[in-house]
C-alpha cells in the first residue's frame, strides 16, 4: 500500500509532461518545439562542460585544504539539472532552472585561512627586495 502514492505519482509526471506539451504546442505550434532543441542542446552543453569542469573544482578544494564533497555536491547538482534539461519537457525545464538557481552548498560558510600560515607576514622579514637609484 505504500508503494502506491509513489506510482501513482511516477505514473501522473509524464503524463502531466505531455499533456502540457500538447497544449502548448495546439497554443505556440512550432516553437514549442524549437524550444525543446534549444533547451535540449544547451542541457547536454552544461553535462558536457560539468565533465571537465568537475576535476578542477574538486583540485580547487583539496588545494585549499577542503574536502572535495562541496565540489562534488555542486557538479552533481548541475550534472542533475543538464539531466533534467534534457527531456523533453517544460516541468523538468522549470526543475532543472530551480537547481541551477539554488547557490552551492555551504556557499555562505566564510572558509578559515589554514593554520601553518600566519597573516600579514613574509617567510623571511628581514629581505626587503626592491630597486634602488643612488643620488648625490
Known amino acids: 500500500m505504500r508503494l502506491l502514492p509513489g506510482l501513482l505519482i511516477l505514473l501522473a509526471f509524464p503524463l502531466l509532461e505531455l499533456w502540457l506539451l500538447a497544449e502548448l504546442g495546439d497554443q505556440y505550434g512550432g516553437w514549442v518545439l524549437l524550444y525543446l532543441l ?4 544547451l542541457g547536454w552543453r552544461l553535462i558536457k562542460d560539468e565533465k571537465f569542469s568537475m576535476a578542477g573544482r574538486m583540485m580547487e578544494s583539496l588545494s585549499q585544504g577542503g574536502t572535495p564533497g562541496r565540489a562534488m555536491l555542486m557538479s552533481l547538482k548541475n550534472l ?30 566564510s572558509r578559515k585561512p589554514p ?20 643620488e648625490d
Open 115 to 134: 593554520r601553518n600560515r600566519q597573516r600579514g607576514r613574509a617567510a623571511n622579514d628581514d629581505i626587503i627586495e626592491g630597486e634602488y637609484r643612488r
Open 38 to 41: 534549444i533547451v535540449g542542446v
Open 80 to 109: 542533475a539539472a543538464g539531466v533534467l534539461l534534457l527531456i523533453p519537457g517544460v516541468i523538468t525545464d522549470v526543475i532543472a532552472v530551480i537547481l541551477l538557481l539554488m547557490p552551492a552548498p555551504g556557499a555562505s560558510r
